[in-house]
C-alpha cells in the first residue's frame, strides 16, 4: 500500500489519490468470484476455494453464483461458441467494476482444441485481465492470478473514473472500451492437419 | 444363444428380402440391405426377430465416393442376448434414411445427432432439430470435406453480439 503511485492522477490533487488507494484497497480484497467452471478446470477451481488452498486467505473466497453479486469472473474450462453467449450474458450482467480471469489453456487460447466447436481464447468475446496457463493451472496458479490482479487492481483510478462519468474508464482497468479481437485467425497460414481434407478436396477439384 | 441361431433368427425375420451378410472384425453379426428396403428390414427386425433396443444410429462418410454415405443402426435383443447391425449405402446428393423413431424410441437421439454432424435427414422423424451443433449452423462437422478448423464457427455469435449491441447501445 502507499507504494504504487496511481496511474493517472494528474489534476485531482492529493486528496483524489487517496481516496482512489482507499477504494482499491476495498476492491482488491474482497473479489467476489463468479465460479464459471466450464470443464475440468473448474474442479481446480473448487480445490483453490476449499480449505485447503484456501482462497479466503485473499479475501476472494466469497463465490456467488449469481452474476450480480459478483465482480470477478473466472473462465474455467473450455468455452464453446454456443455457450459464449451465455457467458457473454453473465459478463454483462456483473455491474462494474469488475474483472476477468481466462484461467487454463482451454479459456486463454483454445488450448489443444483447435477445432470448430470451441472458442480460440476467450479474449475473442471477453476483455481479459490475467491469464493462468496450465491444463489444469495449479491452484496455486491461480491465486497467484488473483494476486496479480490485486496489484492491477491498485493501480486504478475509481475516482477520476467517477469524474468523468460512465464510459470513461483509465487504461489499466477493463471495462466497456476494450478492442474485440478478432476471431477470423488465417488457418490457411499453417501447415495442412493430417486429417485436413482440404488438400484432397483441391486435388479432386484439379 | 450362439451366433449361428442369431442368424437363423434373422434371416427367418428377413425372408425374401435382399441382403448381405459381411464379415466384420468384431465378428457381430452384419447385414447390408439396399436403401430402398431398409424400412422393411428393419420393421421386420423390430417385429418378427424381437430386438428390442436400437443402441446406435450414425453413419460414416465415404467422401469421395458415390454414394457417399454408409448409415449404420445397431440392435440389441434382451431375450436372445444377441445384437445385429445394419448398414446401408445412400448418396451424397440430399441424403435421407427412413426415421425409425416410431419403433424404437429411443433412437430419436441418435438420428439428431446423426442429421447434425452429418446432414442425413431422417425422413418422417417428429422433431428433427440439431443436437450438439447450435441451431441455426449451416454446416456438417463430421462431414469429411468439413476442414479442420471449422467454417465461420462464430458466426452465430457475432450475429447475436451484433444485434445485442445495437439494442443495448454503445455502452454495451
Ligand atoms: S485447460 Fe485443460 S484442464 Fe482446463 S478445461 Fe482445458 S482441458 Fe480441461
Same mark, same amino acid.
Given at each position: 500500500?502507499?507504494?504504487?503511485?496511481?496511474?493517472?492522477?494528474?489534476?485531482?490533487? &492529493?486528496?483524489?489519490?487517496?481516496?482512489?488507494?482507499?477504494?482499491?484497497?476495498?476492491?482488491?480484497?474482497?473479489?467476489?468470484?463468479?465460479?464459471?467452471?466450464?470443464?475440468?478446470?473448474?474442479?481446480?477451481?473448487?480445490?483453490?476455494?476449499?480449505?485447503?488452498?484456501?482462497?479466503?486467505? &485473499?479475501?476472494?473466497?466469497?463465490?456467488?453464483?449469481?452474476?450480480?453479486?459478483?465482480?470477478?469472473?473466472?473462465?474455467?474450462?473450455?468455452?464453446?461458441?454456443?455457450?459464449?453467449?451465455?457467458?457473454?450474458?453473465?459478463?454483462?450482467?456483473?455491474?462494474?467494476?469488475?474483472?476477468?480471469?481466462?484461467?487454463?489453456?482451454?479459456?486463454?487460447? /483454445?488450448?489443444?482444441?483447435?477445432?470448430?466447436?470451441?472458442?480460440?481464447?476467450?479474449?475473442?468475446?471477453? =476483455?481479459?485481465?490475467?491469464?493462468?496457463?496450465?491444463?489444469? =493451472?495449479?491452484?496455486?496458479?491461480?491465486?497467484?492470478?488473483?494476486?496479480?490482479?490485486?496489484?492491477?487492481?491498485?493501480?486504478?483510478?475509481?475516482?477520476?473514473?467517477?469524474?468523468? /462519468?460512465?464510459?470513461?474508464?483509465?487504461?489499466?482497468?477493463?471495462?466497456?472500451? &476494450?478492442?474485440?479481437?478478432?476471431?477470423? &485467425?488465417?488457418?490457411?497460414?499453417?501447415?495442412?492437419?493430417?486429417?485436413? =481434407?482440404?488438400?484432397?478436396?483441391?486435388?479432386?477439384?484439379? | 444363444?450362439?451366433?449361428?441361431?442369431?442368424?437363423?433368427?434373422?434371416?427367418?425375420?428377413?425372408?425374401?428380402?435382399?441382403?448381405?451378410?459381411?464379415?466384420?472384425?468384431?465378428?457381430?453379426?452384419?447385414?447390408?440391405?439396399?436403401?430402398?428396403?431398409?424400412?422393411?428390414?428393419?420393421?421386420?427386425?423390430?417385429?418378427?426377430?424381437?430386438?428390442?433396443?436400437?443402441?446406435?444410429?450414425?453413419?460414416?462418410?465415404?467422401?469421395?465416393?458415390?454414394?457417399?454415405?454408409?448409415?449404420?443402426?445397431?440392435?440389441?435383443?434382451?431375450?436372445?442376448?444377441?445384437?445385429?447391425?445394419?448398414?446401408?449405402?445412400?448418396?451424397?446428393?440430399?441424403?435421407?434414411?427412413?426415421?425409425?423413431?416410431?419403433?424404437?424410441?429411443?433412437?430419436?437421439?441418435?438420428?439428431?445427432?446423426?442429421?447434425?454432424?452429418?446432414?442425413?435427414?431422417?425422413?418422417?422423424?417428429?422433431?428433427?432439430?440439431?443436437?450438439?451443433?447450435?441451431?441455426?449452423?449451416?454446416?456438417?462437422?463430421?462431414?469429411?470435406?468439413?476442414?479442420?478448423?471449422?467454417?465461420?464457427?462464430?458466426?452465430?455469435?457475432?450475429?447475436?453480439?451484433?444485434?445485442?449491441?445495437?439494442?443495448?447501445?454503445?455502452?454495451?
Amino acid at each position: 500500500m502507499g507504494s504504487l503511485k496511481p496511474a493517472d492522477s494528474e489534476g485531482l490533487g &492529493f486528496l483524489a489519490t487517496r481516496v482512489d488507494e482507499l477504494i482499491n484497497w476495498g476492491r482488491k480484497n474482497s473479489l467476489w468470484p463468479m465460479p464459471l467452471g466450464l470443464s475440468c478446470c473448474g474442479i481446480e477451481l473448487m480445490a483453490m476455494i476449499g480449505p485447503k488452498f484456501d482462497l479466503a486467505r &485473499f479475501g476472494a473466497e466469497a463465490a456467488r453464483f449469481s452474476p450480480r453479486q459478483c465482480d470477478l469472473l473466472v473462465v474455467a474450462g473450455t468455452l464453446t461458441w454456443k455457450m459464449a453467449e451465455a457467458v457473454r450474458v453473465i459478463y454483462d450482467q456483473m455491474p462494474d467494476p469488475k474483472w476477468v480471469i481466462a484461467m487454463g489453456v482451454c479459456s486463454s487460447s /483454445g488450448g489443444m482444441y483447435d477445432s470448430y466447436a470451441v472458442v480460440q481464447g476467450v479474449d475473442s468475446i471477453l =476483455p481479459v485481465d490475467v491469464y493462468v496457463p496450465g491444463c489444469p =493451472p495449479r491452484p496455486d496458479a491461480v491465486i497467484d492470478a488473483i494476486i496479480k490482479l490485486q496489484k492491477k487492481i491498485e493501480r486504478e483510478s475509481p475516482v477520476r473514473r467517477l469524474l468523468k /462519468g460512465p464510459g470513461v474508464i483509465d487504461e489499466t482497468g477493463t471495462g466497456r472500451n &476494450f478492442k474485440q479481437p478478432n476471431f477470423a &485467425f488465417d488457418h490457411s497460414s499453417l501447415d495442412l492437419h493430417p486429417h485436413d =481434407p482440404k488438400a484432397k478436396i483441391e486435388e479432386l477439384q484439379k | 444363444m450362439t451366433a449361428t441361431n442369431t442368424r437363423e433368427r434373422v434371416a427367418a425375420a428377413l425372408e425374401g428380402l435382399t441382403f448381405e451378410l459381411v464379415d466384420t472384425r468384431d465378428g457381430m453379426l452384419t447385414l447390408r440391405v439396399p436403401s430402398a428396403t431398409v424400412r422393411t428390414v428393419l420393421e421386420r427386425l423390430h417385429g418378427r426377430a424381437g430386438f428390442e433396443q436400437n443402441t446406435l444410429v450414425t453413419a460414416v462418410d465415404r467422401f469421395p465416393e458415390e454414394p457417399r454415405f454408409d448409415v449404420i443402426w445397431q440392435f440389441l435383443s434382451y431375450d436372445h442376448n444377441d445384437r445385429v447391425r445394419v448398414e446401408t449405402r445412400i448418396s451424397g446428393a440430399n441424403p435421407s434414411v427412413p426415421t425409425c423413431t416410431d419403433l424404437w424410441s429411443g433412437a430419436s437421439f441418435s438420428e439428431r445427432e446423426c442429421f447434425d454432424m452429418f446432414g442425413i435427414r431422417f425422413d418422417g422423424h417428429p422433431d428433427l432439430r440439431r443436437l450438439l451443433m447450435p441451431q441455426g449452423y449451416t454446416h456438417f462437422p463430421l462431414r469429411k470435406d468439413f476442414p479442420h478448423g471449422g467454417i465461420e464457427p462464430d458466426r452465430l455469435y457475432r450475429e447475436w453480439d451484433a444485434k445485442r449491441r445495437a439494442e443495448w447501445g454503445a455502452n454495451a
